[in-house]
């Protein structure tokens, strides 16, 4: 067989297998914005008739990487309808004693943030009947690490947060503004950041307390519970010294998945310290206009809150001499889908949130709720749950067809806190809401 017929085979087998997923993937005039909108109307009507359906149950379970003195600190495998489970795997900074190898817990959350948020913009806007050319998002928290590190207690963590959606349509301005209105009301990560959820911790030590313990070994240990404290010592002093260095951002940019129709729906690049970017891509579960074949954004999220909250109860043990043979996290949420469906708003998004520690370690159990406590603390995912934030939203809209990717600014990796990039118009309307898309812009303004 000559090259050219080799070609030629391979062309049609492209064709044959493109053919094939199309045929499994929704009808194309059935998916408006990559939305399944016959199934998620039908889902919808079901789930008025019954509303014991809307009740979920999210369940995400991680371990603290004990095993090993390198790589990766934290990892859990997060399900998928359709694709079976993906290992997702995180690690501190180096800066806080990690080595950077792999993604951060926070760049999660904010990576499943921006799908979920996204998702539920491109789901109302097509119930809308609302085009959606291009979606891109951007979120940015302005970030304080002043009682993270225990610098001085009780400073706010967030002190901004602010959700910039990029969009090439042909609906109005107005149109657009409506979206957005309704997004914030049934976007379920918008829930979570705006209304106070406190966690449920509870603690189960598996080891025996030894009534001899000393931190003798703690001592000669460069690296104890996977963590260079030498290094994180060495930073809360220089942040005592500076203040102004406890002054954090973080910023996470991805895009809806216009240009495909099947597959996941929203991608991210993240950054890591010394692995390079990592993409991470989610996909809305079937019941909810998506096609299942990767991970949900929220699971993402909750793989976060697991990965630094863990994170932050190995510090503060490592800080205070106590060693960790075992940290096994589960996080468990019972949510209720009524308002994200639209069958009823102002329904709580979030019924109960468990999370049960599984730790090791030859401590009294007295020892490790003190360590408890003060993780509930620094934790920034804690306090992202616990503590109302309500997000600026604006929505942009292009007016270029030069560029149709993200542009190369990298995505930032709690970064010292400067100016915003852009700097935003908010005009007033005549009724007196604030409408913040009252410019165009181009993709070169990014």
């Keep these: 067989m000559g090259f050219g017929n080799f070609t030629d085979v391979l062309k049609k087998l492209a064709d044959r297998i493109e053919e094939k997923v199309s045929n499994l993937s929704f009808p194309k005039h059935l998916l408006l914005n990559r939305i399944d909108l016959k199934g998620f109307k039908e889902v919808v009507d ?48 180096t800066l806080f004693g990690g080595g950077g190898t792999a993604l951060h817990p926070i760049s999660l ?91 449920k911790i509870t603690l189960k030590n598996e ?41 954090r951002f973080i910023e996470a940019k991805g895009h809806w998945r216009l240009d495909v129709q099947y597959g996941p729906q929203f991608e991210i690049k993240l950054p890591t310290e010394s692995a390079g970017e990592i993409t991470v891509q989610t996909d809305e579960t079937i019941i909810l206009g998506g096609g299942g074949t990767s991970f949900h954004p929220v699971a993402l999220c909750i793989a976060g809150f697991s990965g630094d909250f863990a994170t932050h109860f190995a510090t503060i043990a490592g800080l205070r001499g106590i060693e960790l043979k075992k940290l096994e996290i589960r996080s468990k949420m019972y949510i209720d889908l009524t308002t994200g469906f639209g069958i009823e708003d102002s329904v709580s998004m979030i019924d109960n949130f468990e999370i049960e520690l599984k730790v090791e370690s030859n401590v009294s159990d007295e020892e490790l709720l003190e360590v408890l406590e003060l993780a509930k603390k620094r934790s920034f995912c804690h306090y992202c749950y616990s503590t109302p934030v309500f997000p600026d939203v604006f929505v942009r809209k292009f007016i270029s067809e030069e560029e149709k990717q993200p542009s190369e600014e990298p995505t930032y990796l709690l970064g010292k806190k400067e100016k915003n990039h852009i700097n935003l118009i908010h005009i007033d309307d005549p009724h007196n809401i604030k409408v913040m898309i009252k410019r165009d812009i181009t993709m070169k303004e990014l």
């Design 46 to 93: 079901q789930y008025m008739q019954n509303r014991e359906l809307c009740k979920k149950t999210l369940d995400v379970k991680g371990i603290w990487r004990l095993d090993l003195d390198y790589g990766p600190q934290f990892e859990t495998r997060l399900k998928t309808e359709r694709a079976g489970e993906i290992t997702v795997q995180m690690d501190e900074l």
């Design 109 to 199: 959350c904010m990576a499943g943030f921006c799908g979920c948020y996204s998702a539920a913009f491109a789901k109302w806007a097509a119930m809308e009947g609302i085009e959606l050319k291009q979606l891109m998002i951007r979120v940015k928290g302005d970030l304080d690490f002043s009682s993270v590190l225990n610098i001085e207690e009780n400073i706010p963590i967030v002190d901004h947060y602010q959700i910039e959606l990029f969009i090439e349509s042909d609906a109005s301005y107005e149109e657009l503004y409506k979206i957005s209105e309704i997004t914030k009301r049934r976007c379920f990560c918008y829930y979570c950041i705006s209304t106070s959820t406190i966690p």
């Design 207 to 247: 080891g025996k307390p030894s009534l001899n313990h000393n931190n003798s070994n703690f001592k000669d240990k460069k690296i104890f519970n996977r963590l260079n404290l030498d290094a994180y010592k060495d930073t809360v002093e220089v942040f005592k010294q500076n203040r102004s260095l406890c002054k």
